[in-house]
């Protein structure tokens, strides 16, 4: 049975943060904003779509003039909100603001969720000043971590409530090619960055010898041409130019 999305997410905030202020996922959070901080300036205004809890709006926040969320779920924006960030309720296929608010929008593993991806992708254009940049992250169909999703049983993400795991929820994963299909006029890739090149699985991460290797690799994949490609998360940079 599949879930619709705001179901899942409010599900899911319960036990989110359980694994995520340590190893795989704490890591992939700061490379995603190291990556995204090249493209920031102390003047920027910038939208997190699908913020979820705020664990990467955190992170870019101090460094910009203006950081805000937005994000479908009441139960992921009220641990968002407790960390006094500037969040509000809506959805990123009809987002609620105004045309050319912000310098960035940026969003991670939310828009693989999202099947009116083409209808989200002008949304955020919209809200973007020309010359503006978006940060877009999509599921890979080129990657190990595809490949392993396809074997694997599904992972139960609430506790007691066997029919609301990973594969409830809709689920794409794109090409580059796919990707560019998906922006509208007046928007164009500039770059690409792949996460969770060589990493099969998370648990990797908590590992004390390996995972410091296994991290270094990953930020120097992330940016090689002939292995970003390759990421797990493909992390698309596209520029507004008009």
Do not use: W
Not at 60 to 82: E, F, N
Not at 104 to 132: D, N, T, W, Y
């Amino acid at each position: 049975m599949r879930l619709d999305n705001r179901r899942y997410y409010d599900e899911f905030s319960v036990s989110y943060e359980r694994h995520r202020h340590q190893g795989y996922h704490a890591f992939i959070d700061d490379l995603e904003s190291t990556l995204v901080r090249r493209y920031l300036t102390p003047s920027s205004r910038i939208l997190e779509a699908g913020c979820g809890t705020g664990l990467v709006l955190g992170r870019l926040a101090p460094h910009v003039k203006s950081a805000v969320g937005v994000d479908l779920s009441g139960g992921m924006l009220r641990k968002a909100h407790a960390r006094s960030l500037t969040v509000v309720q809506g959805s990123v296929t009809a987002l609620p603001f105004a045309d050319a608010s912000f310098d960035m929008v940026c969003s991670f593993k939310v828009l693989a969720h999202v099947e009116q991806i083409s209808q989200a992708m002008s949304e955020l254009s919209r809200v973007l000043r020309p010359g503006g940049v978006i940060c877009a992250e999509f599921y890979n169909t080129r990657s190990l971590r595809y490949v392993i999703k396809r074997l694997k049983r599904p992972t139960q993400i609430a506790d007691g409530k066997p029919d609301v795991h990973d594969e409830a929820v809709f689920t794409r994963y794109d090409s580059l090619d796919d990707v560019r299909g998906y922006l509208p006029p007046g928007v164009e890739v500039e770059t690409v960055y792949g996460l969770r090149v060589v990493t099969p699985l998370p648990a990797l991460h908590r590992l004390p010898l390996i995972a410091p290797t296994l991290q270094a690799i990953e930020r120097v994949a992330a940016e090689l041409p002939g292995l970003r490609g390759l990421g797990g998360f493909m992390l698309v940079v596209a520029r507004k130019t008009a």
